[in-house]
């Protein structure tokens, strides 16, 4: 089945504790993406990908990393959390040219940054 | 900054009743897509329009882009409890490679039995 697969689903921690949010995609996707959703505000892009090596920043990158070794993988790394960062983070893959064709979201992660 | 405007936020509305959710920027844009998301679940795709003028229908649903593809336009017949869920325009910005979506802030749409 077609899919793309984050985890943790719920992930609760303390500010400081470096944390991973994975995400991997089974579509030979070139594009992926990560977006958090917090009320009112609706989605906001953190950093995309076009390609493997390749990263760019979105609208809201500050306090995050990622990184594209493979296809397949996006991760998205928190340093150093804090409590402004708790939020539902969204990873979509693309199979078009960016973002122009059907984006393909994961079930969401709910983080919790104590 | 882009903005995309996204009008009302909040609906609640009775079975049978018909609504209109509407997506407004000062941008133009290449693309605009609809995604519908339900509670504990991703957004998915609903439609995309791509010709300033170009109108699409999905069942109850119809979807309008507007003319000078600035602006959008969702409109429901009808409506059905299982309409309920989260609305969310996205538009795709003309002056890039592909790689940002810019997303309205959503309309909550909750249909009455």
């Known amino acids: 089945e077609a899919q793309v697969t984050q985890n943790p689903r719920y992930l609760i921690t303390v500010t400081g504790k470096k944390l991973t949010v994975t995400c991997s995609q089974n579509?030979?996707?070139?594009?992926m993406s990560w977006y958090r959703q917090d009320p009112g505000l609706g989605l906001r892009q953190i950093y995309y990908?076009?390609?493997?090596?390749?990263?760019d920043k979105g609208d809201v990158p500050e306090g995050y990393k990622v990184s594209r070794k493979e296809k397949r993988n996006f991760p998205l790394i928190l340093e150093s959390p804090s409590p402004n960062q708790t939020s539902l983070y969204f990873c979509?893959?693309?199979?078009?040219?960016?973002?122009?064709?059907?984006?393909?979201f994961g079930s969401g992660t709910q983080l919790s940054v104590l | 900054t882009q903005l995309l405007e996204q009008s009302p936020q909040f609906l609640s509305i009775q079975e049978g009743e018909n609504l209109t959710v509407y997506c407004n920027s000062s941008?133009?844009?290449?693309?605009l897509q609809w995604y519908r998301q339900e509670p504990g679940e991703g957004p998915v795709l609903l439609v995309t329009?791509?010709?300033?003028?170009e109108v699409k229908k999905l069942k109850r649903l119809t979807f309008q882009f507007g003319d000078a593809r600035k602006d959008s336009s969702l409109h429901i017949t009808a409506a059905q409890p299982g309409d309920t869920g989260l609305y969310l325009c996205?538009?795709?910005?003309?002056?890039?490679?592909?790689?940002?979506?810019?997303f309205g802030q959503g309309t909550e749409l909750s249909v009455k039995p």
């Open positions: 941008s133009v844009f290449s693309s």
């Open positions: 996205a538009g795709l910005t003309i002056y890039n490679q592909g790689g940002k979506l810019i």
């Open positions: 990908s076009m390609n493997v090596e390749v990263t």
């Open positions: 329009v791509v010709t300033g003028g």
């Open positions: 979509a893959s693309s199979g078009g040219t960016g973002a122009r064709e059907k984006l393909f």
């Open positions: 579509m030979n996707h070139e594009y």
